[in-house]
């Protein structure tokens, strides 16, 4: 029996554990990896290029964080299968992701036996979550929280929020998104009026609450 090979992009900013997931699934005959990259806007391009079956993603990317890029590609490919694999598993996180339509999550201090039980799970259908995940995910179960402003977000306000806590610029926010710097400014004001938050301490607070951006605590 003749087995299918799966393509499969990583999504992960650490070079050195970017490198060693790319050498783990090369050694394996049935996985093409087609691409992989430590920018979220990069590889959010990729995956609309190559249609991946399997995605290896981190939550915190510059550009386009993890989050944001399995909301989008959900709606784009719903069939591609996606494995986050990211130190960063606050409840919040996880429960965003979950309702994204995640495959599996794995946190960053497993093994490497875990890590290939993992890929091979999720690639063939299977979910896989690891032990911390699944407790949160049990905790969200029985005491489930009501949806806060977060779901009230656009696609373009979450992406702001994130370019904003960045430091980028209102004219290098407009840059990165091919945007006038007026719309980037509108914008800008919109998700701050509608957060109810005032100044960009503000913002980066809450993108660094809702997993949108990296702390050093999450390196």
Request: aromatic share 4%.
């Amino acid at each position: 029996m003749v087995k299918l090979i799966k393509k499969v992009i990583v999504i992960e900013d650490q070079t050195i554990l970017r490198d060693l997931i790319c050498r783990l699934l090369e050694s394996y005959p049935t996985f093409q990896l087609v691409g992989h990259t430590g920018d979220g806007l990069e590889g959010y391009d990729l995956c609309l290029k190559h249609q991946p079956d399997l995605l290896i993603l981190d939550v915190m990317l510059p550009n386009l964080n993890g989050m944001e890029i399995l909301h989008r590609l959900k709606s784009q490919n719903p069939h591609t299968r996606v494995l986050v694999f990211s130190a960063t598993h606050s409840t919040d996180v996880v429960k965003k992701l979950i309702e994204s339509g995640v495959d599996g999550f794995l946190e960053k201090d497993v093994g490497l036996e875990e890590m290939e039980k993992a890929v091979h799970s999720v690639a063939n259908g299977q979910p896989y979550f690891g032990p911390s995940v699944v407790r949160i995910m049990r905790e969200l179960m029985i005491n489930p929280k009501e949806a806060g402003n977060f779901e009230t977000l656009t696609s373009r306000e979450r992406e702001i929020i994130q370019l904003v806590a960045e430091s980028n610029s209102t004219k290098e926010i407009a840059g990165k998104l091919s945007i006038s710097v007026r719309t980037a400014d509108t914008h800008r004001s919109n998700v701050m009026k509608k957060l109810g938050i005032h100044d960009v301490a503000g913002l980066t607070r809450f993108a660094i609450a809702h997993g949108l951006v990296e702390t050093e605590e999450t390196l």
